[in-house]
């Protein structure tokens, strides 16, 4: 069964300091796919990154970036110059190919990060 | 493009009542959609899977007669949370596959629901 652990439930940094968010997956699939969403205060998930299994690359994409490791099977997501607005709550999710068209997305259980002014 | 509409955002309902919440897909078509339930400061938990032109597959410990699942349409899907409870607020959200630019989810803006 799949699983995605963030042990993280809170962060709190200051304004302009780097963080990072772990997650780490499990899952017997050697073909998956792992997300990371945004949950502000409104509720609504605002997608940031999807990787699959295949593609190792770190990604960076502005104040952001992400460490995808089979290795270790973590795929850390940092913010680096941090700004209130990147309050919120983040949650990483690991979705395997086991049907096709009917694939589930599992969620870890989010880290809510404040940035204090 | 690839939108989900959920409608209500916000509904306030008394204890024994039932509510429908909607999920409409505007520029696409849902062959499955999720449903996700969110209680406060905690996860989201899948609460079923919703397949056009046939039954949801439910969660384990999902009731299945509290919670209809009707997803009549490639472009709707519906939940109703049937006798209501205070034990039933919740944050509900559904979510579509997509895939254009790449496989992925599209999720609903959510709908906050408070049993009184």
């Known amino acids: 069964a799949q699983k995605v652990t963030q042990a993280q439930t809170e962060i709190s940094v200051v304004e302009k300091e780097d963080v990072t968010l772990d997650c780490v997956y499990e899952t017997r699939d050697t073909t998956y796919y792992l997300f990371w969403y945004k949950q502000p205060p409104s509720g609504e998930l605002v997608f940031l990154i999807r990787?699959?299994?295949?593609?190792?690359q770190n990604e960076i994409s502005g104040r952001y970036s992400w460490n995808f490791q089979k290795s270790t099977s973590s795929f850390n997501f940092t913010i680096t110059a941090s700004q209130v607005v990147d309050s919120a709550v983040y949650f990483c999710a690991l979705s395997e190919e086991e049907n096709f068209g009917n694939e589930k997305l599992t969620f870890g259980t989010g880290t809510r990060l404040t940035i204090i002014p | 493009g690839a939108v989900v509409s959920q409608h209500p955002s916000r509904v306030i309902c008394k204890s024994g009542t039932s509510v429908k919440i909607e999920c409409r897909s505007l520029?696409?078509?849902?062959?499955?959609m999720f449903w996700y339930r969110q209680f406060p400061k905690q996860s989201l938990m899948l609460m079923a899977t919703s397949n056009e032109g046939s039954k949801a597959t439910y969660e384990q410990g999902v009731e299945k007669d509290k919670f209809l699942i009707n997803h009549a349409s490639l472009t709707l899907s519906t939940l109703t949370v049937t006798s209501a409870h205070p034990e039933d607020s919740s944050f509900y959200i559904c979510?579509?596959?997509?895939?254009?630019?790449?496989?992925?989810?599209?999720f609903g803006s959510g709908t906050r629901l408070t049993v009184v």
């Open positions: 979510s579509a596959i997509i895939n254009r630019d790449g496989y992925g989810y599209t």
């Open positions: 990787r699959n299994s295949f593609d190792e």
């Open positions: 520029d696409f078509q849902a062959t499955t």
